[in-house]
């Protein structure tokens, strides 16, 4: 049985071939990392034009939905949960509230906060989006059995700790 190539083994090749002195052996796995997240972006991404957003209004809009009902949180709340700078939030806030999917109001609580809110729109574009996007999901890992997707998950958490603490 010969060893499966993929692409990421031609460009170990040349290097090794070409500049024998470097350790490319990790690089592998960064190689592929980056490979694989660019198939899974543009696999994501036919959700995201189904449903005439993209992908930084589908993870805010995500956001707030998966926070429960009623569905609202403050800016600085969707900026830790989002990792995102307060002014890229504000830009995929402002695109959002254009397109009617959320509304910004003062707080109940503190008239001085602002609270970001799905309206119906948003409700109904993201109950439809999270129901396209996990089943998306599904289908990307169809190549990896159970055991398979349990041990990379494992893994990669370990790594993501790493970095996240």
Known sequence: ????????????????????????????????????????????????????????????????????????????????????????MTNRLDRLEKKGLIQRAHSDEDRRCVVVGLTEPGLSLIQKGSVLYFDKVATLYEPLTDEDQTQLNGLLKKWVKHFEG
């Not at 993929?6 to 071939?17: A, G, M, N, R, T």
């Not at 052996?25 to 592929?32: H, S």
């Not at 995201?48 to 809009?61: P, T």
Request: net charge negative.
């Open 1 to 88: 049985m010969t060893k499966q190539r993929d692409h990421v083994d031609l460009i170990s090749q040349q290097w090794k071939e070409n500049h024998s002195e470097l350790d490319i052996g990790l690089a592998e796995i960064i190689g592929r990392f980056s490979r694989l997240n660019k198939h899974l972006e543009n696999e994501r991404a036919t959700v995201y034009s189904a449903l005439n957003i993209n992908a930084g209004e589908f993870d805010v809009l995500a956001t707030l939905y998966r926070n429960g009902s009623p569905y609202k949180l403050m800016p600085s709340d969707l900026v830790k949960q989002t990792l995102l700078t307060s002014g890229a």
